[in-house]
C-alpha cells in the first residue's frame, strides 16, 4: 500500500524558511519520480519542483526557481522541498506525490501524470 507522509509547514513571516518532508513506504522509492505541488484556496493545483528517479534530475516552476530546492534520500524514503526566500504567494497546502509509474515521466510537473498523493501540510507566508 502506498502512503506519503508530509510534515514540516507551518507559518512564517515573509523572507522566512521552511523546509518539508515526505516520507514514503509501499512501493519502490528510488524507482519513481517525486514531486512538490501545491493548491491555494480557489486555485488550481500546480506543480512547483519534481526530481527523477536514478540521477535526480530537478524541475521547478518559474515561480519558485532560485528559492526552492528539491531534493530525495532514497535511502531514507524520503523526499525534501527547502523554501527560502518566502512570499506570501507561497501560501498553500503543499502536497506531496509519486508518479504513475516507475521511470521516465513526462511532463514532470505536470499534476495527470502523478496518482499518489500525501495529506497535504499547510505553509502560510504573512507580509
Known amino acids: 500500500q502506498v502512503q506519503l507522509v508530509e510534515s514540516g509547514g507551518g507559518s512564517v513571516q515573509a523572507g522566512g524558511s521552511l523546509r518539508l518532508s515526505c516520507t514514503a513506504s509501499?512501493?519502490?522509492?528510488?524507482?519513481?519520480?517525486m514531486a512538490w505541488f501545491r493548491q491555494a484556496p480557489g486555485k488550481e493545483r500546480e506543480g512547483v519542483a519534481s526530481?527523477?528517479?536514478?540521477?535526480?534530475?530537478?524541475f521547478y516552476a518559474d515561480s519558485v526557481k532560485g528559492r526552492f530546492t528539491i531534493s530525495r534520500d532514497n535511502a531514507k524514503n524520503t523526499l525534501y522541498l527547502q523554501m527560502n526566500s518566502l512570499k506570501p504567494e507561497d501560501t498553500a497546502m503543499y502536497y506531496c506525490?509519486?508518479?504513475?509509474?516507475?521511470?521516465?515521466?513526462?511532463?514532470?510537473?505536470?499534476?495527470?501524470?502523478?496518482?499518489?498523493w500525501g495529506q497535504g501540510t499547510q505553509v502560510t507566508v504573512s507580509s
Open positions: 506525490a509519486r508518479a504513475g509509474q516507475s521511470g521516465y515521466t513526462s511532463p514532470p510537473l505536470s499534476r495527470y501524470k502523478y496518482n499518489y
Open positions: 509501499g512501493f519502490a522509492y528510488s524507482t519513481y519520480y
Open positions: 526530481i527523477s528517479s536514478g540521477v535526480g534530475l530537478t
